[in-house]
């Protein structure tokens, strides 16, 4: 078996039947690949939609919503391929998405991950790539440096706005939506860290994959189609806060020893602050906001 897909869907039938139909009309030209969805509890009949129209694809549905990586985890464990690519629901493959990711993949064994082009569904690219969140980077974008200097590699590092998103590069975290991995590097450093359940377990994976050695590449000849949040729109103000929170956490997991605590603090608290920026930006209530420890 070359790849596994693995999709965990919350409460996004269409999305998610337009998807496996997607990869039923565009599959591995050899034919080894098996698609798993994880179903997070949903209630709008996406399971029942699953097994009745794709009896084809491997089925784990859960009786409650277990978070993101929790859900990616049961679906990596029982994989078979020699690659998985996590995949969103609200996603459609092309043609040659599939080919394009394993041929990329098996051209480059020190890749522990590869990301796709997303695009939008009028064809234009979506920033998907990003460096890791470095109190540099961090600051620069709580300053909104990147914004006033989108062209400027350094300043606008974090979100990679500089880049024409045409080349074949290394990089620190593509977009999870459509992440491919070798599951020989995943033995090496683990599966998802599940105190990430829904935000940066993408980015906490590909930074253990870094740190352990392994390359991970954008691949842009790797294209498909990404409607952006189809799950989390739907719960947009707690979204936000889970954001910030995992963003915190995963300062605090990888960064907070190797500074002085006053600047650990200080990233900390403008991580909270940016948070509270992004719900005064979307219109939302800051009545409730979770209670973050920011101690260095």
């Known amino acids: 078996m070359i790849l596994s897909v693995c999709i965990v869907n919350w409460n996004t039938k269409e999305f998610l039947r337009e998807c ?9 030209s050899s034919g080894e690949m098996e698609i798993i969805v ?6 709008d009949g ?19 919503n277990l978070g993101y990586a929790a859900a990616n985890n049961q679906a990596l464990r029982v994989a078979r391929g020699k690659y ?21 993949a098996e051209a480059h064994p020190e890749a522990g991950a590869i990301g ?23 600051l620069f974008d709580a300053l909104k440096l990147g914004k006033l200097f989108p062209r400027s590699p350094s300043l606008a590092r974090y979100r990679m706005s500089y880049w024409n998103y045409d080349t074949f590069r290394e990089v620190d975290q593509p977009a999870g939506s459509a992440l491919l991995l070798r599951l020989k590097a995943l033995d090496r ?5 599940e105190q990430f359940d829904i935000f940066f377990n993408d980015v906490d994976l590909c930074y253990r994959l870094k740190q352990a050695g392994w390359k991970i590449y954008f691949c842009p000849q790797a294209r498909l189609i990404h409607y952006l949040g189809a799950s989390t729109s739907q719960v947009k103000r707690k979204m936000i806060l889970k954001s910030g929170e995992a ?7 990888h960064y907070r020893s190797q500074l002085p605590w006053p600047v650990s603090w200080l990233m900390l608290v403008s991580i909270k602050l940016g948070t509270w920026a992004r719900l005064i930006w979307h219109g939302l209530s ?11």
Request: with cysteine; aromatic share 6%.
């Open 20 to 28: 496996l139909h997607s990869l039923a009309l565009h599959p591995l």
């Open 38 to 43: 994880v179903d997070n509890a949903s209630a």
């Open 46 to 64: 996406s399971r029942e939609m699953v097994e009745a129209e794709f009896p084809e694809v491997k089925l784990i549905a859960n009786d409650f």
């Open 84 to 104: 998985a690519l996590l995949l969103n629901p609200d996603t459609v493959v092309r043609a040659d998405t599939l080919e394009a990711l394993t041929k990329c």
């Open 116 to 138: 796709c082009k997303l695009l939008n569904p009028d064809g234009s690219h979506q920033l998907s790539c990003r460096s890791f969140p470095t109190p540099a980077t961090l």
């Open 189 to 193: 450093v683990g599966l998802m860290d």
């Open 247 to 253: 963003m915190a956490q995963f300062y605090r997991k």
């Open 286 to 296: 800051t009545s409730s906001m979770p209670d973050w420890k920011s101690e260095g």
